[in-house]
């Protein structure tokens, strides 16, 4: 069987943000799968979902502070500049990290290890809400 949804991220301050709960809490179908895959697909070019530390806040820190660094915003090299200087830079950030999860499900739950959760990775300084389209295929 397989569902396919959209759901709406609040939009936040550029960083990161743990979304798990917020993407299971907008998927009660999840409880009733015993085996599957949930495909997360993060509609946006200047943000990113991936999976991280969702224990220390200190790894979302330093992982904005080391990305940072990597593609500054407003570099002198950068051509695409129409959207501001934040833009370009949101942009590789975005390719470096992706914009799509697989993550197995197991007994109407999320198959992460002790320390997982799914982070959004906001690169811009002032976006809106983020669309984010979960597909989960399994036997219920």
Known sequence: MWIQ???TL???KRGFYLVTEHIVRQ???LNNCRVGLLHLQ???TSASISLNENADPDVRADLAAFLDRLAPDGAAYFRHTLEGPDDM???IKSSILGTSLMIAVTDGALKLGTWQGVYLGEHRDN???RRLVVTLQGSF
Do not use: D
């Open 5 to 7: 949804k959209e759901i």
């Open 42 to 44: 993060l509609m946006h």
């Open 127 to 129: 976006a809106g809400s």
């Open 10 to 12: 609040p939009a936040v």
């Open 89 to 91: 830079s949101a942009h």
């Open 27 to 29: 998927l009660p179908e």
